[in-house]
């Protein structure tokens, strides 16, 4: 236990090292922090209840999800209904209606009605768990396929559009630059957002609220104006508003086809055009600029609009096909909005619509009486530790407090390594460390005690107190791991923080408890080769 040769002793002289080093960055001032090279920009970043921040409740619009699962339903059951092999094997239909959660259509041949109902139950699917099928097939008035989306089928749709938004607000929040933000699910259809330092949320809510559908939609020239004056819109087409500052007040009458969606986007940046107004640049996959040279090919000379969100941003004519893939959305947009646009883009568009039902801002100024309260109690408990562990244990007291101060240390740099946020409940799991960072050298003092009042000798009594010791300090730790891993792996946010700091605090305090004193006494014995000691 005592026999400490040189590559060990530098081991861990390094580790001691990096702690340090690894530190030193969270102690600096911002401005300083900002002025280091980006390898060393490691931190403790503060959580929301220390730094302030923004907190926002997403609430996802489930009658918008409803409307997306009929379309895309639609756009299914048409597709099933062209052939394979041919046109010959196309199945007529007619008389489509979607509304509600109910879509319908007639098949014109009877002699093709069961063929249509194999091809439809080909398309649907079980919902998870129940075993029902999301969708419900029936045949009335001997002609006519009624689809009903069932109870099972739209809570699984529910359930996976909730995870994917999650997944692009995750995407969408860290593309602003900010730092460990928190987004967690609640409920079925709530999505929590919490961004420590932020303390204006407006572009935020703006950008989480986008739901960045982009389209690319033919405008239909045979619209009669003064049906669209009407609100009526020929069959097959819709009316569409322009977006606000856009257009000229007129809305457009476009086809309900698309003819090329953002789906197919591998990129988005923020540019500027040739009079410097800013920009979104746009680059489709190979099939979407395929389909996009082939659809503007085809309708030279005819106008086609882009539409984001529902509302038309431009509805330009098409001089020549549009190769390459490439595309340029102009709007009014300034640098700023251009920038939200283009991050929307680029982490996808939400599968559901979100809206802002909660919002919160949290004032620094309490997070700073935290931070300044939190110090005061880990000076307090450090001083206290530190004078009790030399009024006790003399030489061996000093070597334990040397170790909890390269604790500390060392747990500010695994936290820093990490990216890990510190929050209040961290601040109690740190000042808790602290005074339980020396239990594992009380094991050690006072099983050391024991040996030398038996009559073990000097270097026997350390050993046999380390060895023996150690043991006991292993069993107990590992009970508290395992509770700390219980608190992260059931808990949420605060009870997460704090196991956190706990798991980090007990690993570190046992190396540095058990492996960093035990050093210092072996280099202590070695040099002094003492004949007693006073512990």
């Known amino acids: 236990m005592l026999d400490f040769p040189r590559w060990k002793t530098i081991g861990i002289s390094i580790i001691l090292l990096l702690g340090i080093i690894f530190s030193i960055p969270t102690f600096l001032p911002q401005k300083t922090f900002d002025s280091l090279p980006g390898f060393a920009q490691i931190k403790v970043n503060l959580g929301l209840d220390l730094a302030g921040g923004s907190h926002l409740m997403l609430e996802a619009d489930l009658d918008d999800l409803n409307k997306t699962q009929l379309a895309n339903m639609e756009k299914t059951v048409r597709q099933a209904m062209r052939g394979q092999s041919g046109p010959d094997d196309d199945i007529a239909i007619g008389d489509f209606r979607a509304s509600g959660s109910t879509i319908s259509f007639l098949v014109r041949d009877q002699a093709q009605l069961d063929d249509a109902r194999d091809r439809l139950f080909k398309e649907t699917q079980g919902a998870s768990l129940t075993g029902q099928r ?9 002609t006519r396929i009624v689809m009903t989306l ?6 699984q749709a529910t359930a996976r559009a909730m995870e994917a938004a999650r997944d692009i607000v995750n995407t969408r929040v860290n593309a602003l630059g900010t730092r460990e933000p928190t987004i967690v699910r609640e409920g079925s259809d709530r999505i929590v957002v919490q961004v420590p330092g932020l303390q204006d949320p407006k572009a935020l809510k703006d950008l989480l609220g986008r739901t960045a559908r982009l389209e690319f939609r033919m405008v239909d020239p045979n619209a009669n104006p003064a049906d669209i004056a009407a609100g009526r819109a020929p069959v097959g ?9 856009e257009g000229n007040g007129a809305p457009e009458v476009l086809r309900r086809q698309v003819m090329i969606s953002g789906d197919q986007l591998i990129d988005a940046k923020q540019e500027f055009n040739q009079t410097g107004q800013p920009v979104v640049s746009i680059r489709f996959d190979s099939a979407g600029s395929n389909t996009f040279a082939r659809v503007t090919g ?5 106008r086609f609009a882009m539409v984001l969100d529902g509302k038309v941003l431009s509805a330009p004519s098409i001089n020549e096909p549009i190769l390459g893939g490439s595309a340029q959305i102009s709007g009014s947009f300034s640098v700023q909005t251009a920038n939200q646009l283009a991050i929307a883009l680029r982490s996808g568009s939400l599968p559901v619509k979100l809206d802002v039902v909660e919002e919160r801002t949290v004032s620094p100024e309490l997070g ?8 005061i109690a880990g000076i307090i408990a450090t001083v206290a530790v530190l004078t009790l562990m030399i ?8 070597y334990a407090n040397i170790a909890l101060f390269f604790n500390i240390f060392l747990i500010i740099a695994v936290m820093a390594a990490i990216g890990s946020t510190l929050t209040l409940p961290g601040i109690a799991g740190f000042v808790l460390t602290i005074g339980a960072a020396v239990d594992a050298n009380v094991l050690i003092n006072e099983r050391i005690r ?4 038996r009559g073990r000798r000097t270097y026997q009594a350390v050993e ?3 060895s023996e010791a150690s043991r006991a300090i292993f069993d107990a730790n590992v009970t508290n791991v395992i509770a700390a891993g219980l608190m992260f792996g059931v808990g949420t946010g605060p009870i997460k923080g704090f196991a956190v700091v706990l798991t980090i605090g007990i690993v570190t305090s046992v190396f540095t408890a058990v492996t960093v004193t035990r050093m210092f006494v072996a280099h202590w014995l070695r040099a002094k080769r003492p004949t007693s000691i006073n512990i």
């Open 134 to 142: 999301d969708w419900r097939i029936d045949v009335v008035d001997t």
């Open 150 to 155: 069932t109870a099972a089928g739209r809570d």
């Open 237 to 245: 087409s819709e009316i569409v508003p322009y977006a606000e500052g």
């Open 298 to 302: 085809q309708n030279v000379g005819k």
């Open 368 to 375: 700073r009486d935290s931070i300044e309260k939190g110090a």
């Open 391 to 398: 009024v006790v244990y003399g030489r061996f007291g000093i």
């Open 450 to 453: 024991e040996e030398l009042k």
């Open 464 to 466: 046999l107190g380390y």
